[in-house]
Nanobody, 122 residues
Framework: QVQLVESGGGLVQAGGSLRLSCAASGTIAKINAMGWYRQAPGKQRELVAIISSGGSSNYLHSVKGRFTISRDDAKNTVYLQMNSLKPEDTAVYYC????????????????WGQGTQVTVSS
């Protein structure tokens, strides 16, 4: 099995910064795309940023230029650097990773972290 553990959430004032981390562990042969999603109260979960195994990335329009996603494959870790935070960024942030466990008959699948709360005060 694969486990994803997030860290780095918290309370910050508008304009501040936070860095989220998500470490994957377990039986992992390869990690494909990794990403960050968020879900605010009463809203659907949305994709914030995603990074491929090759390093290419895409972002939610509202966070472009403020957030940066990166990954360290040696540590099986994905990061989300969040700058110039706004109150509307307040949400629970979830890490996602598409992992191959290297067992024949078990295709790669998505795994999720438990979520970390980010609260931006005005």
């Amino acid at each position: 099995q694969v486990q994803l553990v997030e860290s780095g959430g918290g309370l910050v004032q508008a304009g501040g910064s936070l860095r989220l981390s998500c470490a994957a562990s377990g039986t992992i042969a390869k990690i494909n795309a990794m990403g960050w999603y968020r879900q605010a109260p009463g809203k659907q979960r949305e994709l914030v940023a995603i990074i491929s195994s090759g390093g290419s990335s895409n972002y939610l329009h509202s966070v472009k230029g403020r957030f940066t996603i990166s990954r360290d494959d040696a540590k099986n870790t994905v990061y989300l650097q969040m700058n110039s935070l706004k109150p509307e960024d307040t949400a629970v942030y979830y890490c996602n990773a598409n992992c191959d466990i290297g067992v024949r008959g078990f295709p790669s699948r998505d795994y999720w972290g438990q979520g970390t709360q980010v609260t931006v005060s005005s």
